[in-house]
Nanobody
Framework: QVQLVESGGGSVQRGGSLRLSCVVS????????MAWFREAPGKEREGVAA???????SYADFAKGRFTISEDSPRRSLSLQLNNLSPEDTAMYYC?????????????????????WGQGTQVTVSS
């Protein structure tokens, strides 16, 4: 049984920063993809950033230059540094893991490829 627990969300003003963390417990496998997704009210869940066991890193266009994904411990701990936040970034942020490696960025950032999810951490950005 795999469990993911996110933390680090909060409320900040425009231009502020937050660092999200995700801890994974339970059985893990050598090949994996780990990713951050977000879901705003009334919108579909979308991929933010992903990293895999081959060290491929992918970002959504809105995340490039502002967000940074990193592994603090392979398969066990994932972080997402959020800089220069705007109200449009307000959403619930979710950590996800898949025991597979995807060959294309669009697949790494697709929620359909992930079977294990955390409960989410809320990020709210005010203007």
């Amino acid at each position: 049984q795999v469990q993911l627990v996110e933390s680090g969300g909060g409320s900040v003003q425009r231009g502020g920063s937050l660092r999200l963390s995700c801890v994974v417990s339970g059985n893990t496998y050598r090949s994996y993809s780990m990713a951050w997704f977000r879901e705003a009210p009334g919108k579909e869940r979308e991929g933010v950033a992903a990293i895999d066991s081959d060290l491929n890193i992918s970002y959504a266009d809105f995340a490039k230059g502002r967000f940074t994904i990193s592994e603090d411990s392979p398969r066990r701990s994932l972080s997402l540094q959020l800089n220069n936040l705007s109200p449009e970034d307000t959403a619930m942020y979710y950590c996800a893991v898949a025991w597979a490696v995807y060959g294309h960025a669009s697949h790494r950032l697709s929620r359909l490829g992930y079977g294990h999810w955390g409960q989410g951490t809320q990020v709210t950005v005010s203007s």
